[in-house]
């Protein structure tokens, strides 16, 4: 039997529908949204989220002078032994650098600097011919010194006075060994010298501004000079002490 509603007269309100429904379907009915609201929420901030952006710690240069004290070095092209004495070997120096994170940066160093040294043979030449040959008994000499290190710097993130460590790897060059006179003159045959070197330092640093930094280091390293050559039961290791001054400018 079909309830007809008569024509004008009002249609039926929802609490008369809320209760022509039987209670336990209404409980279904709320479960089924309460479940679909649960797993909209999280859909739609996974369409709509993004990636938090990775921060940029920006980019580091930095440029100053270093002094550095080398021991000897043995060395078989020349057969002889290089003397660099005490006296620190000034070089200029830069580095770029990457910052990684608030305290850390991973670059590069490149120092240049022509210094003085004793060249000292192994032997001592007393044929006549020994003065037509450079240095043959000995000399003062001079060369380029080159450094090309890979550099990992950790520490500084404080504004104002704060230390640091810096640990390097890479090569000393030593180019164009000649003599210290009007002449001179080149010295063996080997125009330049590639030694594996590195170092580990400790440093102290002062940020006159957010950007502008300014650095003192301290560090001790060793390299090694070709074996080729050398005289059975040379050493072929040297050591080095290095102290560096620089300013670091962020960009």
Request: charged content about 10%; glycine content about 22%; aromatic content about 12%.
């Given at each position: 039997m079909t309830l007809m509603q008569?024509?004008?007269s009002?249609?039926?309100r929802l609490a008369t529908l809320v209760g022509v429904l039987p209670a336990r379907r209404w409980l279904r009915l709320g479960g089924v949204a309460l479940l679909l609201c649960a797993t909209a929420l999280p859909l739609t901030a996974q369409i709509r989220g993004r990636p938090p952006a990775r921060p940029d710690y920006g980019w580091w240069f930095s440029?100053?002078?270093s002094g550095v004290v080398l021991g000897s070095i043995n060395d078989g092209a020349t057969q002889s032994r290089w003397d660099f004495g005490s006296d620190p070997l000034w070089q200029v120096r830069g580095t770029l650098e990457k910052g990684i994170d608030e305290a850390t940066t991973l670059g590069v160093s490149l120092g240049y600097g022509v210094v003085d040294?004793?060249?000292t043979p192994f032997r001592t030449v007393t044929v006549p011919e020994a003065p037509q040959v450079p240095c043959a008994n000995g000399c003062q000499a001079q060369t380029e010194l080159w450094s090309l290190m890979g550099q990992f710097r950790s520490g500084g993130d404080r504004p104002g006075f704060h230390t640091f460590f810096e640990g390097q790897a890479g090569v000393t060059g030593f180019r164009n060994l000649r003599t210290r006179d009007s002449t001179q003159a080149p010295i063996g045959a080997t125009r330049q010298q590639f030694d594996l070197s590195g170092s580990l330092g400790f440093g102290f640093g002062y940020a006159l501004s957010r950007g502008l930094v300014a650095t003192l280091v301290q560090d001790f390293g060793?390299?090694?000079h070709s074996e080729a050559d050398l005289p059975e039961g040379t050493s072929?290791?040297?050591r080095m002490r290095n102290t560096r001054a620089s300013l670091r400018f962020a960009f």
């Open positions: 008569p024509a004008g009002p249609r039926p440029g100053g002078a040294l004793a060249v060793m390299g090694w072929r290791t040297w």
